[in-house]
């Protein structure tokens, strides 16, 4: 039981809603989608195996970074895992994607193989120590594109209409800007460690200006693209806070354990309260 908890911590419980959200998003207003097996199997794959191989795979590779992390250990960010079980994810991983691989390539064919394939490839590039694009930025920003893999795998699973490349753009700016905001609250532990991201290279303040810069594109598409009032403000909401963050509270200040936590906790919130509008209002499919 003791070991399943730290699997399961790896796996950032955390985080779990943003592969969720990815994955439903093409279901959304879909009649009967509830009461198919294809459904549950990838919503199954995207919370727990998807992610603990994402961030096992991860956590092996940053395990000298994340000794530094205060951030670390618990179900919100994830566990702070000894290098002796590391060493060894590989033999957790790998049979708990094969269990999920075979029915799904089953259901989804060579299309669904070449898909997974590719979503091992982005992981390979972004951990992977002789290529290791996740120290060398901007590049490791470019493997968050890996994450948009879900849209299509929902899409072939069960075997639902396309969405739009502006909903495609969107979804590619906010993995980024996600990615950034990590970045942001991991930036000290990271130079201890002399970890290169492109929050350590260019400093607090002008990642955190990079972040708004993405987010106000975001708003941008969300009103004069899909012309959605609801998501829009919703958006809106969450630039006017970053604008506030960097101007009048934390400026290039780190935040403290406290207030990590507290952002990833709200972050669930609004994470789930925007995952239930879109799934049930369909905003960007209709």
């Known amino acids: 039981m003791n070991l399943a908890i730290k699997l399961l911590k790896i796996s950032r419980p955390g985080l779990w809603f943003a592969t969720l959200w990815l994955y439903l998003l093409p279901t959304a207003s879909v009649e009967g989608i509830i009461h198919s097996f294809p459904f549950w199997l990838g919503l199954i794959y995207v919370c727990f195996p998807l992610n603990f191989m994402v961030y096992g795979w991860n956590d092996k590779v940053d395990y000298e970074a994340d000794k530094h992390n205060k951030r670390k250990g618990n179900f919100l960010f994830g566990a702070k895992a000894s290098d002796q079980l590391l060493s060894k994810i590989q033999n957790y991983i790998i049979p708990i994607q094969i269990v999920f691989f075979i029915p799904l390539i089953y259901i989804g064919n060579w299309r669904m193989a070449l898909l997974l394939m590719l979503l091992v490839g982005v992981l390979y590039l972004y951990n992977d120590p002789k290529v290791s694009w996740k120290s060398k930025p901007p590049l490791e920003l470019s493997c968050q594109f890996g994450y948009l893999l879900l849209v299509p795998f929902s ?58 810069a993405l987010v106000s594109i975001e708003v941008f598409i969300i009103f004069f693209i899909f012309s959605d009032l609801i998501f829009g403000l919703m958006l809106l909401g969450a630039l006017l806070w970053f604008i506030i963050d960097l101007v009048f509270v934390f400026k290039n200040n780190q935040y403290s354990l406290a207030q990590m936590k507290f952002f990833g906790y709200s972050s669930n919130i609004v994470g789930f309260m925007s995952m239930s509008y879109v799934w049930f209002y369909n905003p960007f499919l209709s």
């Open 155 to 212: 899409i072939l699973l069960n075997d639902l209409a396309q969405v739009s490349l502006w909903l495609y753009g969107y979804l590619a700016l906010f993995a980024i800007q996600s990615h950034l905001i990590g970045e942001v609250m991991d930036i000290e532990p990271d130079r201890k460690a002399k970890k290169y991201t492109t929050a350590t290279q260019i400093g607090m303040v002008k990642t955190k200006l990079l972040i708004i």
